[in-house]
């Protein structure tokens, strides 16, 4: 994690990070104000709270109450030596509490990561450099003298090579890549979590068998992202880049829709749009994109390469990012590298999604070929060691697909994860299906996953399969585990050189009668490639194109950004607009017009519902206010602070609209219960003085949204490069 620390006035510190902000002074005693803890203070309550986390986190799993429990640290401080001191930790539980939970509530506070990191010891290296912004890490993993070169199936590089040269290409176009976590709790099962300092939205995981290999994953997967612009998917690219001469790729066409917004010519073609506009419903306002809005522009459109002919066809960007997230994107040492990964997963997301929508049960993998593969065997076994049953399933559907299946178990809550891996390799598949489902998870966080159902429709449900597609924690039918299989097992290989085994890939596609459709990014100096086959590699329906397009954000984006400035007929205007739109209440504004937030302002929490509630206040609409704040109170899931609010707004309208009760008899007590900080900005906002109360003013130029502006500051560095390679001049 990079701090970044400013000099404030005297001895005050302001350190950032993330969206978060952290003040240290000093004692007066040592010439400072005394208005804030010192940095070693704020190390101190570190490891306390780290260690009640750790307490509240067990207390959870297993719905202990902890309102009986206390905490409290005390530091001693050796006299000879004061660098010499003890970390005294006291608990205080119920005497109530069984003996077991006792143990394990001690045992949980010796997993505080405060405390594993000061016992070992943290290396410090401190130097200077010309520019903190410009100064890009050095290689996440340094390759040390006389290191061999560590080989794996289905990379065309060694590992310490591809880390190297991809650390490189990072380094180049100035970015930050920062470790955020390891994870490692059984054996050969590793996994990372890695991240752009400066724009800590920018993030990927990484698995593998060793840490190698799973950092060679996450840094594959960072550039994967950064070429196929997945990090800044449904985000406004603010105005700047909206007007440049290219917005996606220095490739990308523009078309204009027909004059009764028909799809225009030149993008799709047959194949394609017999499955995007099988009803001639789509429109070409459609597919207008929702990173730049530029309805006057018309559709941003990228090629890809037909593999059938060769042909180019012109795929609409909004079309991209609406029904395929990620799937099929992949970065690599080499171009056919990337083409099996893409396809590996391309199978592997719509095996998965088959077998969970029609609840197939999947025969078991054998022992006698488990043990072929000892590193596999021996982290399933540490599972199961943990009290967590292990399935190995072979998910090929008869051998006619290069997946397999890894599914765990938990008693303790009756919950399942079903976790899928694909690769021409049956090692492979495997491997992948057991770092996949432990990737980035403590063994609390295995306490989450939900139980089976017998509910075909819960399991068939669209949003089901993008619950597994997202984090693998959606639901699966308890058919799923039935002994009488739909399929026999078969130890199936497909595997080759990676030319090969592509071509037996997509000829698997061919043989499906599927198409398949080719982008390739090398500009930034790495294989990246994304493939797209239309009818079977989307994750959303295709039918969001027309009801849930993220380009809905074009009809609300600028007014909402400039919501202090509207007259009170576009304020009317846009809660007419929100309220014909039929978009969820609990919509957040974040999505709805792909701006960042920081999450820890009212902005950042702001719902359609709380808006709307707002615009009420501001037009002195106060009935609907009071309508909506009742609402809002029953299902909030804001702060305390903003809860508090709307319940003296709550109060303020009821009095307001009651002809018998005057506000000045209340105000004395409403003051003593809510503050007249509070009260102050409450009547302001029910008499109409005071205007979107915690809504701080921004824009269209998103002026005072740090965290979006970050994000934008990094697409920029990828927009750049992209100009740079391309020979376009850019401002």
Same mark, same amino acid.
């Given at each position: 994690?990079?701090?970044?620390?400013?000099?404030?006035?005297?001895?005050?510190?302001?350190?950032?990070?993330?969206?978060?902000?952290?003040?240290?002074?000093?004692?007066?005693?040592?010439?400072?104000?005394?208005?804030?803890?010192?940095?070693?203070?704020?190390?101190?309550?570190?490891?306390?709270?780290?260690?009640?986390?750790?307490?509240?986190?067990?207390?959870?799993?297993?719905?202990?109450?902890?309102?009986?429990?206390?905490?409290?640290?005390?530091?001693? *401080?050796?006299?000879?030596?004061?660098? !010499?001191?003890?970390?005294?930790?006291?608990?205080?539980?119920?005497?109530?509490?069984?003996?077991?939970?006792?143990?394990?509530?001690?045992?949980?506070?010796?997993?505080?990561?405060?405390?594993?990191?000061?016992?070992?010891?943290?290396?410090?290296?401190?130097?200077?450099?010309?520019?903190?912004?410009?100064?890009?890490?050095?290689?996440?993993?340094?390759?040390?003298?006389?290191?061999?070169?560590?080989?794996?199936?289905?990379?065309?590089?060694?590992?310490?090579?591809?880390?190297?040269?991809?650390?490189?290409?990072?380094?180049?176009?100035?970015?930050?890549?920062?470790?955020?976590?390891?994870?490692?709790?059984?054996?050969?099962?590793?996994? $990372?979590?890695?991240?752009?300092?400066?724009?800590?939205?920018?993030?990927?995981?990484?698995?593998?068998?060793?840490?190698?290999?799973?950092?060679?994953?996450?840094?594959?997967?960072?550039?994967?992202?950064?070429?196929?612009?997945?990090?800044?998917?449904?985000?406004?690219?603010?105005?700047?880049?909206?007007?440049?001469?290219?917005?996606?790729?220095?490739? +990308?066409?523009?078309?204009?829709?027909?004059?009764?917004?028909?799809?225009?010519?030149?993008?799709?073609?047959?194949?394609?749009?017999?499955?995007?506009?099988?009803?001639?419903?789509?429109?070409?306002?459609?597919?207008?994109?929702?990173?730049?809005?530029?309805?006057?522009?018309?559709?941003? =459109?990228?090629?890809?390469?037909?593999?059938?002919?060769?042909?180019?066809?012109?795929?609409? @960007?909004?079309?991209?990012?609406?029904?395929? $997230?990620?799937?099929?994107?992949?970065?690599?040492?080499?171009? *056919?590298?990337?083409?099996?990964?893409?396809?590996?997963?391309?199978?592997?997301?719509?095996?998965?999604?088959?077998?969970?929508?029609?609840?197939?049960? $999947?025969?078991?993998?054998?022992?006698?070929? $488990?043990?072929?593969?000892?590193?596999?065997?021996?982290?399933?076994?540490?599972?199961?060691?943990?009290?967590?049953?292990?399935?190995?399933?072979?998910?090929?559907?008869?051998?006619?697909?290069?997946?397999?299946?890894?599914?765990?178990?938990?008693?303790? #809550?009756?919950?399942?994860?079903?976790?899928?891996?694909?690769?021409?390799?049956?090692? *492979?598949?495997? &491997?992948?299906?057991?770092?996949?489902?432990?990737?980035?998870?403590?063994?609390?966080?295995? !306490?989450?996953?939900?139980?089976?159902?017998?509910?075909?429709?819960?399991? =068939?449900?669209?949003?089901?399969?993008?619950?597994?597609?997202?984090?693998? #924690?959606?639901?699966?039918?308890?058919?799923?585990?039935?002994?009488?299989?739909?399929?026999?097992?078969? +130890?199936?290989?497909? @595997?080759?050189?990676?030319?090969?085994?592509?071509?037996?890939?997509?000829?698997?596609?061919?043989?499906?009668?599927?198409?398949?459709?080719?982008?390739?990014?090398?500009?930034?100096?790495?294989?990246?490639?994304?493939?797209?086959?239309?009818?079977?590699?989307?994750?959303?329906?295709?039918?969001?194109?027309?009801?849930?397009?993220?380009?809905? /954000?074009?009809?609300?984006?600028?007014?909402?950004?400039?919501?202090?400035?509207?007259?009170?007929?576009?304020?009317?205007?846009?809660?007419?607009?929100?309220?014909? /739109?039929?978009?969820?209440?609990?919509?957040?504004?974040?999505?709805?017009?792909?701006? +960042?937030?920081?999450?820890?302002?009212?902005?950042?929490?702001?719902?359609?519902?709380?808006?709307?509630?707002?615009?009420?206040?501001?037009?002195?609409?106060?009935?609907?206010?009071?309508?909506?704040?009742?609402?809002?109170?029953?299902?909030?899931? !804001?702060?305390? &602070?903003?809860?508090?609010?709307?319940?003296?707004? !709550?109060?303020?309208?009821?009095?307001?609209?009651?002809?018998?009760?005057?506000?000045?008899?209340?105000?004395?007590?409403?003051?003593?219960?809510?503050?007249?900080?509070?009260?102050?900005?409450?009547?302001?906002?029910?008499?109409?003085?005071?205007?979107?109360?915690?809504?701080?003013?921004?824009?269209?130029?998103?002026?005072?949204?740090?965290?979006?502006?970050?994000?934008?500051?990094?697409?920029?560095?990828?927009?750049?490069?992209?100009?740079?390679?391309?020979?376009?001049?850019?401002?």
């Amino acid at each position: 994690m990079e701090i970044k620390v400013n000099f404030l006035e005297n001895l005050r510190l302001e350190a950032k990070f993330d969206d978060f902000t952290v003040i240290t002074d000093q004692p007066i005693r040592y010439k400072g104000d005394g208005s804030a803890p010192s940095p070693f203070d704020y190390f101190l309550a570190s490891s306390a709270l780290c260690a009640a986390y750790f307490v509240r986190v067990y207390c959870l799993a297993r719905d202990i109450p902890t309102e009986n429990i206390r905490l409290s640290q005390n530091n001693i *401080v050796d006299p000879e030596n004061r660098y !010499n001191q003890i970390f005294k930790i006291q608990v205080e539980l119920p005497e109530d509490l069984p003996a077991k939970h006792r143990e394990g509530i001690l045992r949980s506070i010796e997993r505080c990561t405060v405390k594993k990191v000061v016992q070992t010891g943290p290396e410090f290296q401190i130097d200077t450099v010309e520019n903190i912004d410009e100064d890009a890490q050095a290689l996440l993993m340094a390759k040390s003298e006389g290191e061999g070169s560590t080989w794996i199936e289905g990379k065309d590089l060694p590992l310490e090579d591809t880390i190297a040269n991809m650390t490189a290409i990072l380094a180049d176009l100035g970015m930050k890549i920062e470790i955020a976590s390891w994870r490692n709790i059984v054996p050969h099962v590793w996994s $990372l979590h890695i991240r752009d300092a400066a724009s800590p939205m920018c993030f990927t995981n990484g698995k593998g068998a060793t840490k190698e290999s799973a950092l060679c994953s996450a840094l594959g997967e960072f550039i994967e992202r950064l070429s196929c612009n997945f990090f800044y998917n449904d985000q406004f690219f603010g105005e700047e880049i909206a007007n440049s001469e290219f917005v996606h790729y220095p490739n +990308e066409k523009w078309f204009q829709p027909g004059p009764n917004d028909e799809l225009p010519d030149g993008i799709l073609d047959d194949h394609t749009r017999a499955i995007y506009d099988p009803d001639d419903e789509l429109c070409g306002s459609h597919l207008i994109d929702t990173n730049s809005g530029k309805v006057e522009r018309g559709i941003v =459109s990228l090629p890809f390469v037909r593999k059938s002919d060769g042909e180019v066809v012109y795929f609409p @960007s909004n079309l991209i990012e609406n029904l395929f $997230l990620s799937n099929g994107m992949s970065a690599g040492n080499t171009l *056919v590298e990337t083409e099996v990964q893409c396809l590996s997963e391309i199978f592997e997301r719509a095996v998965k999604k088959q077998i969970i929508e029609e609840e197939l049960a $999947l025969p078991d993998v054998p022992l006698h070929v $488990l043990e072929k593969y000892p590193g596999i065997l021996e982290g399933i076994r540490a599972l199961e060691a943990q009290g967590f049953p292990v399935l190995a399933k072979d998910a090929s559907l008869g051998g006619r697909f290069p997946v397999a299946c890894v599914t765990l178990m938990n008693p303790r #809550t009756g919950g399942v994860f079903a976790s899928f891996g694909a690769h021409p390799s049956f090692e *492979v598949a495997l &491997e992948r299906s057991l770092t996949e489902l432990l990737q980035g998870r403590s063994f609390e966080g295995l !306490n989450d996953v939900p139980p089976p159902t017998f509910n075909g429709l819960t399991v =068939s449900e669209p949003n089901n399969f993008v619950e597994h597609f997202i984090d693998s #924690t959606g639901v699966v039918s308890w058919r799923f585990f039935s002994e009488k299989h739909d399929y026999p097992f078969h +130890e199936w290989d497909f @595997s080759g050189t990676n030319k090969q085994e592509a071509a037996c890939l997509f000829k698997i596609l061919e043989d499906m009668g599927k198409e398949a459709y080719v982008a390739v990014y090398e500009e930034l100096g790495a294989a990246a490639c994304r493939i797209l086959v239309p009818g079977y590699s989307e994750v959303y329906p295709v039918d969001d194109l027309i009801w849930d397009n993220t380009n809905k /954000s074009l009809d609300y984006r600028e007014d909402i950004l400039e919501l202090h400035r509207l007259s009170d007929d576009r304020l009317a205007e846009l809660l007419e607009r929100l309220e014909e /739109s039929q978009l969820d209440d609990h919509m957040d504004i974040i999505t709805l017009i792909g701006v +960042e937030f920081d999450e820890n302002t009212v902005w950042g929490q702001l719902t359609i519902l709380e808006l709307k509630l707002l615009i009420n206040l501001a037009l002195g609409q106060h009935e609907e206010a009071l309508e909506r704040v009742e609402i809002f109170m029953q299902f909030n899931d !804001n702060t305390v &602070e903003r809860e508090l609010f709307y319940r003296a707004v !709550n109060a303020v309208l009821e009095i307001t609209l009651d002809d018998d009760l005057a506000l000045e008899d209340y105000l004395p007590n409403l003051n003593r219960m809510f503050g007249a900080e509070t009260m102050n900005a409450v009547v302001g906002s029910v008499n109409g003085e005071v205007r979107f109360h915690g809504l701080t003013p921004t824009n269209m130029q998103l002026e005072g949204l740090e965290k979006h502006q970050r994000l934008i500051e990094s697409y920029k560095k990828l927009h750049a490069a992209r100009a740079t390679k391309a020979g376009i001049a850019i401002s």
